[in-house]
């Protein structure tokens, strides 16, 4: 995941921090202070963004010695190490928190994603994440969804014609908005359109779309909607679902269930930093 995005992202975050200098980790430790530091799980996790959080050390000092202790998609243990780092104690420092703050979020979206994709395993329902992202960080969250075991819905405005309830409303009918995505996409293009009742999946069914997405509808309403397309689109079901009631949601003949929450709403995994005695 080191694309020029990310390496701009580990820029930022690294001027924002530390674009005036350490000037505690410097007053302490002279240039040739050496430490050796590892980091750790403080929760069972799903761990994601090693080499995101190696490059940080790296950009900080070039002369660190980093090492992976695990690798992205591994299930860690509470208490083990996933990384170590040697070299300049205040290099080390002063990285710290950029290193954990890429590592932190990205292993709670996947930690939650985990979960997520256990519990519908079995349904062949597949979980997708949402662009409910933080701005830049998209396509490291959309990564993270997927090491977690869960699956990516579009990453931008350009990879899909999906026609949701705006622009059915200031095109005048959901009809008229398929109509002219059909005439106006490229030979070939998937076409989505959203739909909140069963007369509006019925209209979309007649004009001929290739996804339906059921928005904020009941389990019930769900079933209802799957029995009115009988196949002639693939169902996704969006709004309202919470892990509470995934498995609700998980009906046959639903093929997505795309949840906001995967990246929206996640707890930062709880990982550290900590230096090794006996190292200088």
């Known amino acids: 995941m080191l694309t020029p995005r990310t390496e701009l992202l580990i820029d930022l975050a690294l001027?924002?921090?530390a674009g005036l200098g350490d000037i505690t980790s410097r007053a302490i430790f002279p240039a040739k202070h050496r430490s050796r530091a590892v980091i750790d799980a403080k929760q069972e996790l799903v761990i994601c963004g090693l080499d995101v959080a190696a490059r940080v050390f790296a950009k900080q000092d070039p002369s660190l010695k980093i090492r992976a202790l695990a690798r992205d998609g591994a299930r860690i243990k509470r208490g083990a190490r996933v990384l170590s780092i040697e070299g300049s104690t205040a290099s080390i420092l002063t990285a710290e928190r950029t290193a954990l703050n890429f590592l932190q979020r990205l292993s709670g979206i996947a930690t939650q994603a985990a979960r997520y994709a256990a519990a519908v395993q079995g349904t062949g329902v597949r979980i997708v994440d949402t662009r409910k992202t933080t701005p830049g960080w998209r396509a490291l969250e959309k990564y993270a969804v997927r090491t977690g075991g869960c699956h990516n819905h579009r990453s931008s405005l350009g990879e899909l014609v999906l026609i949701k309830d705006n622009h059915i409303a200031a095109a005048g009918s959901l009809t008229q908005a398929v109509t002219l995505c059909?005439?106006?996409?490229?030979h070939?293009?998937?076409?989505?359109?959203?739909?909140k009742t069963i007369d509006e999946v019925e209209e979309a069914c007649r004009v001929g779309v290739d996804f339906i997405l059921l928005d904020n509808m009941t389990p019930a309403e769900v079933d209802a909607a799957?029995?009115?397309?009988?196949?002639?689109?693939?169902?996704?079901v969006s709004g309202g679902v919470?892990?509470?009631?995934?498995?609700?949601?998980?009906?046959?003949?639903?093929?997505?269930?795309?949840i906001g929450a995967l990246t929206h709403t996640v707890a930062s995994a709880d990982l550290s930093l900590d230096l090794l005695k006996g190292k200088k």
Not at 182 to 186: D, E, F, G, M, S
Not at 247 to 257: C, K, S, T
């Open 15 to 17: 001027e924002e921090d």
């Open 182 to 186: 059909q005439a106006a996409a490229a």
């Open 188 to 195: 070939g293009a998937k076409i989505e359109v959203e739909a």
């Open 226 to 236: 799957v029995t009115a397309i009988g196949g002639r689109a693939q169902v996704e």
């Open 242 to 258: 919470t892990f509470a009631t995934l498995r609700d949601y998980a009906l046959p003949g639903v093929d997505l269930i795309s």
